[in-house]
C-alpha cells in the first residue's frame, strides 16, 4: 500500500506479515508550516485469504511560523486499527476489489489528537490494463474530528523493468462546506528482492498550500 495515496485491492494472504514504513516532510508554499512525518509505520497480518488485519503508528513533528511566534509540537498521532477484505478476485477477471476500514483511536496528546473516534473507509478497485500497466482508484468516505469527508484517488502504475515501477496519482478530499482540495502525486517503487521494496515519492497541492517528499520501504515476512 505505499508509496501512493491509492490502497491496493489485494490483501496479504493467510499469516502473511508485512510491514511497510518511510519518512515524509510536507512543508507549504510559503515555508510557514513544516511537518515531519517518521516513522510512519503500517502493520498488514492475513489471517484468511482474503481478510487482512491492520494497525497504523505515526510519529509528527509540525513547526508553524506566526507573526508573533513560532508554535512547534511533536510525538505520536492517533492510532489507527483496522481490516481489508477482498471482496473480487478471479484469474478470470481483470478487476480486483476490495474493502478497507479504519478505526482512528484519540491516544495522542494534544494537537495531534482528533479527540473523538473517527472512521476512514475505502472501496479499492483495480483493473489489469496489461501486463506492464495497470490502474488502482479508491473512493472513499471519512469521519474525522465529527466532519464528514468523500475521499479519492486515481494512480495509474507502469512496469519499467522486473523490478522498477513508475506510478502518477491524482486524489483529493470534499468537505461537508464544498471545500474541494485536489493533490497530485508521482514516485517510483523498486523491487530489492521478492520481499523486499524501496520507494520515493514526491506531492504537491493542485489548489491547496502543499508539497511533500517521501521515501521508505516494504517488507513482507511469509509464515509469520
Known amino acids: 500500500d505505499r508509496p501512493d495515496q491509492t490502497e491496493s485491492s489485494v490483501t496479504v494472504g493467510k499469516n502473511i506479515f508485512q510491514i511497510e514504513s518511510g519518512v515524509l516532510f510536507r512543508e507549504s508554499e ?22 487482512e488485519l491492520r494497525f497504523v503508528s505515526q510519529y509528527e513533528s509540525t513547526k508553524i511560523e506566526l ?17 481489508k477484505i477482498q471482496l ?15 478505526v ?26 496489461s501486463n506492464k500497466i495497470g490502474i488502482g482508484y479508491n473512493i472513499g468516505y ?24 513508475f506510478y502518477s496519482e491524482p486524489y483529493g478530499t470534499l468537505g461537508e462546506s464544498n471545500n474541494f482540495e485536489s493533490n497530485f502525486n508521482a514516485g517510483f517503487t523498486y523491487l530489492v528482492t521478492n520481499n523486499f521494496q524501496l520507494d520515493a515519492s514526491y506531492g504537491f497541492g493542485i489548489n491547496s498550500d502543499m508539497k511533500y517528499i517521501s521515501a521508505g520501504f516494504s517488507y513482507k515476512l511469509p509464515n509469520f
Not at 507573526?67 to 481490516?83: M, R, W
Not at 473480487?88 to 479504519?102: M, Q, R, V
Not at 482512528?104 to 490494463?129: D, M, R, Y
Open 30 to 51: 510559503d515555508n510557514s508550516v513544516n511537518s515531519f512525518f517518521g516513522p510512519s509505520t503500517l502493520l498488514r497480518y492475513g489471517i484468511s485469504k482474503g481478510i
Open 67 to 83: 507573526e508573533n511566534e513560532d508554535v512547534h509540537y511533536s510525538g505520536l498521532n492517533d492510532i489507527e486499527l483496522g481490516a
Open 88 to 102: 473480487l478476485k478471479k484469474s478470470t477477471l481483470n478487476t480486483e476489489i476490495a474493502f478497507l476500514t479504519h
Open 104 to 129: 482512528i483511536i484519540p491516544t495522542a496528546k494534544e494537537h495531534l489528537t482528533s479527540n473523538s473516534l473517527g472512521v476512514i473507509n475505502k472501496l479499492a478497485i483495480s483493473h489489469a490494463i
Open 142 to 165: 471519512d469521519f474525522i474530528n465529527s466532519k464528514s469527508y468523500l475521499t479519492y484517488s486515481l494512480a495509474i502504475g507502469v512496469a519499467l523493468s522486473e523490478k522498477l515501477s
